[in-house]
């Protein structure tokens, strides 16, 4: 019904559409559409708009501004989707979720024995509902969980090293009793018998723990896909099965857009009045991978997300096969080097687009070129040039500088999330006047990433002023694949895989010498306020820091670390570290605490 009404508006010329004031629950007979998604499976949403122009959908707000329109749903079904609009407002919506796709609870003492683990869980926070039945598969699967910490709400690291499950028999019992909400008990066994000791081993230490617990669900509660102009303004969700996933949008705004936790009295006008919930995403914030143009993010609030604050930039893909003429490649956003490959269609790109090809070990770049087609449902590029021989297979692809957009952060807090605060993918980015406060990982994080993930591009020309670094990678981390979770307030750092018979994998090794990969960053006025121990700044391969105006309280002694980087300025800095005064050791070309 809403979408039809957006559709008539726009046909109209363009308009208001307008939500009125009250309470509202969707249910399943709500479900507008079901979208596959590159072979994901289908995806259910609420609210459908595409192809619609020049219009506004607006929920109801009173003569103080406070929004009267308050929308309930489950974590089971997305939101809305935009697509293929122009000039679109979304705005003056509460939403909550009725049901979380994850659980929480604190593991029994001395539970661990051979086939798994038990937990409290709170039943009334179980992930089912009456649109399902019976339970789906992917509810009964925990893929990966982490700690938390149930007085200051912070998240610690994940136990994801496993694949997790819940078994049928202690299901049925928390599925029964949910409804009385006492604190039922749930198995969580491993998959993979050929770890299943080191797991236990690992659980049994953390006896006592209290843990949330991912299941093997993930959604967009507002999600955009090839549109221009668009604002998402004066939004207040208390829980998201992600929030934003932003596709490729041209010129987006998030203002005013509010990320919340239930605190135990939040929230009053629905179902989850009184309920006080460790977090409030599965996923992201904000994530605006392959956006265009510019992308603004003002007097927004993240607080309590399962991921990153903001995730924004571009995917590489890795060629995984040539053709004869070479003016063609096969390409995928995944890490599969299968032969022949699998069908992951490319991210972000576009017929037209010029595109800069990277070497896998290096970040090198090899080559520039334009696609003039996309085929085979998006798979295969063809270029308007061929590629030359240094090119070859597991080589990575991604935009020419000219495609990135621009990103503004201004006015805005991250706070209490597993993750990092910002982690930024693209280039000629200002972040003022933000506060990033107790984030599991670092405040702030750019790793162009040629192992994992395949996350770039390289952010350069970056300027922060006036930002707050609190409580930086409280967490403590064990080894990771690459040059990632570091315990520092801003990481810039690169990952480059290790190779095994030629073929590339997902463990790394950040760019040491040759490459410079990131250029011309400046630091000014801002505070670090980093746990005992932590460092600001860890730079790998960075030509050109501007580091001025800026106090540094606690943290380790030596402040710094860069390697391979040189062309730094620092002036009129403070530092409160190791009890001493002074930012020592710092030297204009950037070779400090080399590590």
């Given amino acids: 019904m809403i979408a039809a009404a957006v559709a008539a508006c726009s046909a109209q010329g363009g308009g208001t559409v307008r939500l009125a004031e009250g309470a509202f629950r969707l249910g399943a007979s709500d479900v507008e559409q079901a979208w596959n998604v590159s072979g994901f499976g289908g995806t259910l949403w609420y609210i459908v708009i595409d192809g619609a122009n020049d219009v506004k959908l607006l929920g109801s707000v009173d003569s ?41 609870g604190q593991l029994i003492p001395g539970s661990c024995v051979e086939d798994g683990c038990d937990f409290t869980i709170n039943g009334t926070e179980y992930p089912f509902d009456a649109f399902h039945s019976p339970v789906p598969q992917s509810l009964l699967e925990v893929p990966s969980m982490y700690s938390f910490d149930p007085d200051t709400w912070r998240m610690g690291p994940d136990n994801d090293t496993v694949e997790l499950y819940t078994t049928g028999a202690k299901i049925a019992s928390v599925r029964s009793s949910s409804a009385d909400g006492d604190n039922d008990i749930m198995l969580v066994a491993s998959v993979r018998n050929v770890e299943q000791a080191w797991q236990v081993q690992r659980l049994n230490a953390s006896q006592g723990y209290h843990f949330i617990l991912r299941h093997r669900t993930g959604h967009q509660q507002i999600s955009g896909q090839n549109n221009t102009h668009l604002l998402q303004e004066n939004i207040t969700c208390y829980l998201a099965s992600s929030m934003f996933d932003v596709i490729s949008d041209s ?4 203002r005013k857009v509010h990320l919340k936790r239930h605190d135990g009295t939040t929230g009053s006008w629905s179902s989850s009045a009184g309920i006080r919930r460790p977090k409030s995403a599965y996923a992201d914030c904000f994530g605006t991978p392959s956006a265009r143009g510019s992308v603004l993010v003002e007097d927004c609030l993240c607080d309590g997300q399962g991921d990153d604050g ?52 290096s970040f090198a770049k090899l080559f520039s070129t334009k696609i003039t087609t996309l085929q085979n449902h998006s798979t295969v590029a063809v270029f308007d040039e061929a590629l030359p021989p240094t090119v070859g297979r597991f080589d990575l692809v991604g935009p020419a500088t000219d495609r990135l957009y621009s990103l ?28 990033i406060d107790s984030p599991s990982m670092e405040c702030v994080m750019a ?20 930002v707050s670094l609190r409580g930086c990678a409280h967490s403590h981390y064990g080894p990771s694949p690459g040059p990632v979770e570091h315990s520092t307030s801003i990481f810039l750092g690169e990952c480059v895989p290790r190779w095994q018979g030629g073929v590339p994998t997902t463990g790394g090794t950040p760019v040491l010498g040759g490459t410079k990969v990131f250029h011309n ?35 380790a002694a030596q402040p710094f670390v860069f390697v391979g980087s040189d062309g730094c300025m620092f002036s009129g800095n403070r530092c409160r570290a190791g009890g001493q005064e002074g930012c020592a050791s710092v030297s204009d070309n950037c070779v400090v605490n080399p590590s």
């Fill in 521 to 555: 960053w400046t630091v000014e006025g801002c505070q670090f306020e980093p746990p005992a121990g932590r460092t600001a700044v860890h730079a790998i391969s960075l030509s050109g820091m501007t580091f001025r105006s800026n106090m540094i309280k606690g943290g």
């Fill in 447 to 466: 790793e162009p990433d040629g192992c994992h993930w395949l996350e770039g591009s390289v952010a350069s020309n970056v300027t922060m002023r006036n």
């Fill in 64 to 104: 103080n501004g406070a929004v009267g329109t308050k929308i309930v749903v489950t974590g089971l079904i997305n939101f809305i989707r935009v697509s293929d609009t122009t000039n679109f407002v979304l705005g003056n919506i509460v939403l909550d979720m009725d049901r979380p796709n994850w659980s929480y």
């Fill in 251 to 254: 010129d987006l705004t998030l």
């Fill in 408 to 435: 503004t952060i201004r006015r805005s807090t991250f706070q209490s999330n597993r993750g990092r605060g910002l982690l930024l993918f693209t280039s000629n980015i200002v972040v003022e006047d933000v506060v």
């Fill in 310 to 361: 903001f995730n924004g930039g571009f995917n590489y893909s890795q060629i995984l096969s040539v053709s004869d003429d070479r003016k063609s490649a096969h390409l995928s956003w995944s890490t599969d080097t299968a032969d022949p490959p699998v069908a992951y269609s490319v991210r972000g790109f576009a017929a037209g687009d010029r595109v800069e090809v990277f070497n896998r070990s």
